[in-house]
C-alpha cells in the first residue's frame, strides 16, 4: 500500500513534466486506485506531503511579484518580475508558482481521495479530509490571484485517462472556482481544530486559516457578507489583537500566538535544514567579511552574511507612517541602535530607510536564512473584516477593527468619527500596508481593488523608471508559461498578452 501512494505521487508531481516514458506506462503498473490508506498514520503521512509544494510557492520570487514591483517597495536590479519583462516566454516567477501550485493540488487530490476509501473508521476520515481540502483550496488561491483564470479539477491522477483528460482542461472562471473552494471549505472548516494556530501540534492548520482563505477569496468575489462572517468566526477563537505583541510580526519569531499561517523554514549549524534566501533581498548592504551593515554595527546579523541588492521602500509608503508609529522602526530602518546608515539622512529621521528588523535574520548564513514566512496572522483578518463590514454598511463594526489595529500601534491614531465610505476604504488600504508589508499580499490587494496599474505607475514614474516604462495593465496577472500552452495542446492561452 505504501508503495502505491508513494508511486501515486510520483506521478501527480510530474503530471506536467512532459517524462514520455512515464506517460506511456500502463497505469495500472503503478496505481491501485480500490487500495489506498489502511491506517490513519498512512493518512497524516499523505497529508504531511500536501505541505512540501508550499517551500515551492513562498519563496524570494513571489515576494519580489507581490510586494517588491508594487506601490509600497521596487526591487532596482535586473530580475525580471521587478522589471515588469515577463511574458508567456519568459514568466519569470509565473514558471515555479505555476509548477508548485499544481504539484501541491495534485498531492490534495490524491490524498483526499486516498482518505475516502480508506479502511479506517468513518468517524476519523472527516478531519483528515477536511485538511487537504484547505491546503488544496490555498493552492488555488496562489494560483486565481496569480493567474486569474486557471484550470481548475479536483480528480486524482489514477489512470492514464484521468491524466489525459486534466490535461485538456482550459482556463475556467476564476470567480466561479472561488466560490467552489469557498463552498467547499464552508462544510469542512468545522472538521479542523476551533483553536490558534500555535496551540495545534506541529504547526499543523486549523480552522482559522479555511476562514481566512474563505474570507479572502470572498473579498476577490466582492462578496462580503461572506468574508465578514468568516473573520468573525477568527475573532471568537483569537480575541483582542491586543493581547499579542508587535514581536508576533518579526519573521525570525516562529508560530508565534497571533499567528494563523506561516511556512515552516529552520537552519542550524549542526546540520542542513530547510532554508530561503527570502531575507537577503531585506537586509542592508555589508562589509564583507564583518558585521558592519551600511556603516551601522549589528552584532546579531553577524559576519557571515551575503545579502544580495536591497528591496527599497517608497517614498509614498515610507510616508505612512508618523514618526510616533512604532511600525515604522520595525518594517522600516533609518537606524539601528541610536546609529543612522549611511543612506541619505537628515537627523530628524527622514530620508530613505531601508527595510527594517521584521525581515532580518540573525545569523544568515551566506544567503541562507530560517526565518519562517508570515502568510496569514490576526492583524490582517481584523483589517479584512473592516473592509467587508464597510461595504455592507456595518460602520461600527467596521471602526472598531480599523481602530484595534491601529491601537495597537499608536493610540493617538484610532479614528474617532466615521468619516464615510470612501475615506474609510482609503485608510484601510493604508493601514493594510503600514501593517502588512512583506507578507505576501500587496498585488493581489492592489489588484482586487482595481487599482494596481494606476498606484503602482504613480510610484514607479518618479521613482522606479524602468519599471514605468515596461508596466502595462495586463500586468496584473502573470501569463500562464508558453511550455503550459504547448502541453494544453494550445487549450490555453494568454489572450490579454498578445
Not at 468568516?230 to 480575541?239: D, H, L, Q
Amino acid at each position: 500500500m505504501t508503495r502505491n501512494i508513494f508511486l501515486l505521487l510520483i506521478l501527480a508531481a510530474t503530471m506536467f513534466s512532459g517524462c514520455k516514458k512515464l506517460l506511456e506506462e500502463d497505469p495500472a503498473s503503478f496505481v491501485s486506485p480500490d487500495t489506498f490508506f489502511e491506517t490513519e498514520n498512512q493518512c497524516v503521512a499523505a497529508l504531511n506531503g500536501c505541505y512540501i509544494p508550499l517551500t515551492g510557492v513562498y519563496i524570494p520570487d513571489l515576494m519580489i511579484s507581490l510586494e517588491g514591483a508594487t506601490d509600497l517597495a521596487f526591487l532596482n536590479s535586473s530580475h525580471i518580475d521587478a522589471r515588469y519583462e515577463i511574458s508567456p516566454a519568459n514568466p519569470g516567477m509565473g514558471d515555479n508558482i505555476w509548477t508548485a501550485c499544481y504539484q501541491g493540488v495534485m498531492y490534495c487530490n490524491a490524498a483526499v481521495y486516498g482518505i475516502e476509501n480508506a479502511t479506517i473508521a468513518a468517524e476519523k476520515k472527516p478531519a483528515l479530509k477536511a485538511e487537504a481540502v484547505a491546503l488544496r483550496a490555498l493552492y488555488y488561491y496562489v494560483l486565481t490571484s496569480t493567474f486569474n483564470d486557471v484550470p481548475f479539477y479536483t480528480t486524482p491522477v489514477n489512470s492514464l485517462n484521468a491524466l489525459n483528460e486534466i490535461k485538456k482542461v482550459g482556463r475556467m472562471d476564476a470567480k466561479t472556482t472561488r466560490d467552489s473552494l469557498i463552498h467547499e471549505l464552508q462544510a469542512y472548516v468545522q472538521y479542523l481544530p476551533q483553536q490558534r494556530t500555535s496551540d495545534v501540534a506541529q504547526n499543523r492548520i486549523s480552522a482559522p486559516f479555511a476562514w481566512m482563505l474563505i474570507g479572502k477569496m470572498a473579498l476577490w468575489n466582492k462578496e462580503y457578507d461572506i468574508c465578514s462572517a468568516a473573520m468573525e468566526e477568527i475573532r471568537k477563537i483569537y480575541g483582542q489583537l491586543a493581547q499579542y505583541p508587535f514581536t508576533d510580526t518579526w519573521f525570525r519569531n516562529k508560530n508565534t500566538p497571533e499567528s494563523i499561517f506561516e511556512i515552516q523554514y529552520t537552519w542550524s549549524v549542526t546540520g542542513l535544514k530547510k532554508t530561503t534566501s527570502t531575507a537577503a533581498y531585506f537586509t542592508p548592504t555589508k562589509t564583507s567579511g564583518t558585521s558592519v551593515y551600511d556603516g551601522v554595527d549589528i552584532p546579531e546579523l553577524g559576519s557571515k552574511a551575503n545579502p544580495f541588492v536591497s528591496l527599497t521602500p517608497t517614498e509614498y509608503f515610507m510616508a505612512l507612517y508618523p514618526v510616533t508609529d512604532p511600525r515604522r522602526e520595525i518594517i522600516l530602518a533609518y537606524t539601528y541602535n541610536g546609529s543612522y546608515f549611511k543612506r541619505p539622512m537628515q537627523n530628524n529621521g527622514t530620508g530613505k530607510a531601508w527595510m527594517g528588523p521584521k525581515f532580518w535574520c540573525p545569523g544568515m548564513d551566506n544567503i541562507a536564512d530560517g526565518n519562517n514566512q508570515k502568510v496569514f496572522r490576526y492583524a490582517d483578518a481584523l483589517l479584512m473584516l473592516a473592509e467587508s463590514a464597510n461595504e455592507t454598511g456595518s460602520t461600527a463594526l467596521a471602526m472598531q477593527c480599523l481602530n484595534e489595529v491601529k491601537a495597537r500601534a499608536e493610540a493617538d491614531a484610532v479614528l474617532t468619527v466615521y468619516p464615510g465610505k470612501d475615506e474609510f476604504f482609503a485608510e484601510v488600504k493604508k493601514e493594510r500596508a503600514r501593517e502588512l508589508m512583506g507578507e505576501y499580499g500587496r498585488k493581489w490587494d492592489l489588484v482586487r481593488w482595481g487599482t494596481f496599474y494606476e498606484d503602482v505607475s504613480a510610484t514607479a514614474a518618479s521613482e522606479f523608471p524602468v519599471m514605468k516604462a515596461n508596466l502595462r495593465p495586463y500586468h496584473e496577472f502573470y501569463p500562464i508559461p508558453d511550455k503550459e500552452v504547448v502541453r494544453s495542446g494550445g487549450i490555453l492561452t494568454n489572450p490579454t498578452y498578445k
